[in-house]
């Protein structure tokens, strides 16, 4: 027996037209061996290629006919050729339209490249993670990309709120060193109150957000998120490039994580731009960044102390003294630190808690409760005084004590 390679050059040599002994002395076979496999061709089956009839055959110019007038649900096809005398079923119906059916019409966009420093677009994802028990859970990413550069930012939160949203975005502006003249979004909640002949009504705060800032908010027509498709495909790349494998300790430790995968994708040559994003950023005319004080002014947020003296932020509890129980504090993270406000004087300051449910106790968090029962403002009280009555005299017994006549 020999090799099945060996057998296809034996056939190959004999359809090039050698003889058996040729391809005997060529392969060092003897020519019988040859001439064996040279025989042993398999011939082509009889019905091979052989066409049954359908009986479909008599319609299809009728089916064609109809698709061609645009009709391809094969019930409706089925119908209309029922009634010419078809008694087939709708397989062989099905089978027929399906090549010849169109695709689905997606509607064609016009590619926009803006120019430098011009417009940046933003939006959250939605991404999953396993944690150390096997449970799986969401969490918000922001994103954002300068249109022309393509320079990223990624950022992951615990929320995707209004204040949650401004903070990255000043973040985003920070990362970048500049503020683009036009942010695109889709139509949040967050961002506009909703629409009036057309034109986006904005949430107040935001805009006055953007005005602080120095931005123009722009949000995309309504059910076309393609028209800020870099951000969109931004979304996707996250969750196809960045996260899958990737493991990580808390929000902190990923969002650093983030940042160094930014850089990377950054620092290598973009397949659309032919640049490095990186290195065009530095050629981008952003806008200069507001001041510091107007950048700080929205990392601050306004939670209400429970009456057991905590606040409730990002999903931990924080300490504070019970005598604010019940009033509104500014609270923020500043680094690493969760810090609380009554005006412009702190009252504590945590290392921040990055796993949700914990507590976080303040040292003598509870001095003084028992004493005031719990009441830190003063109760309204009434005074009782003395009496002092004073006595009403003439004029003239203060001149007789002057000695005056």
């Known amino acids: 027996m020999i090799r099945s390679g060996l057998i296809l050059m034996i056939r190959q040599e004999a359809q090039s037209g050698q003889t058996a002994y040729a391809i005997g002395k060529k392969l060092g076979i003897s020519k019988n061996t040859a001439k064996k496999y040279i025989k042993d061709v398999p011939e082509d089956h009889g019905l091979k290629e052989r066409k049954r009839p359908s009986k479909l055959d008599p319609y299809k110019l009728q089916v064609d006919t109809l698709m061609s007038r645009g009709i391809f649900n094969c019930v409706v096809i089925m119908e209309r050729i029922q009634d010419a005398g078809y008694d087939g079923g709708i397989t062989i119906i099905k089978d027929y339209v399906q090549n010849k059916r169109p695709p689905r019409n997606t509607p064609a966009v016009r590619r926009y490249e803006t120019l430098p420093g011009k417009q940046a677009q933003m939006d959250w994802g939605i991404v999953h993670y396993i944690d150390e028990k096997g449970i799986v859970h969401k969490a918000p990413a922001f994103m954002m990309i300068l249109g022309s550069s393509r320079t990223k930012y990624l950022e992951f939160t615990k929320r995707c709120d209004f204040y949650s949203l401004l903070r990255c975005i000043v973040n985003a502006f920070e990362y970048f060193d500049g503020v683009p003249e036009i942010v695109l979004t889709d139509r949040m909640k967050t961002v506009i109150d909703g629409s009036e002949a057309g034109k986006p009504l904005w949430n107040k705060r935001f805009e006055d957000f953007a005005s602080d800032m120095g931005f123009i908010p722009k949000v995309c027509r309504p059910k076309r998120p393609q028209t800020k498709g870099k951000v969109e495909r931004l979304v996707d790349y996250v969750k196809d490039n960045f996260l899958p ?10 969002n650093r994580h983030a940042i160094a995968w930014c850089q990377k994708a950054d620092s290598k040559r973009h397949g659309t731009t032919g640049e490095i994003p990186l290195e065009s950023l530095m050629k981008e005319p952003l806008l200069a960044l507001p001041s510091q004080e107007t950048r700080d002014k929205y990392r601050w947020e306004v939670r209400k ?74 109760l309204s009280y009434a005074y009782k005084v003395r009496d002092i009555s004073v006595e009403t005299r003439p004029l003239s017994i203060y001149d007789q004590a002057a000695g005056v006549m």
């Open 305 to 378: 102390v429970t009456r057991d003296g905590f606040i409730s932020y990002d999903g931990a509890m924080y300490g504070i003294p019970w005598c604010y129980s019940g009033r509104e504090l500014r609270v923020r993270i500043l680094g690493e630190y969760f810090e609380a406000y009554d005006g412009n004087v702190r009252i504590v300051q945590h290392k921040v808690e990055y796993t949700s449910g914990r507590i976080v106790w303040l040292k003598g968090q509870y001095e003084g409760l028992t004493e005031r029962n719990g009441i830190a403002a003063p």
């Open 245 to 254: 494998g990737r493991t990580f300790t808390d929000a902190e430790d990923l």
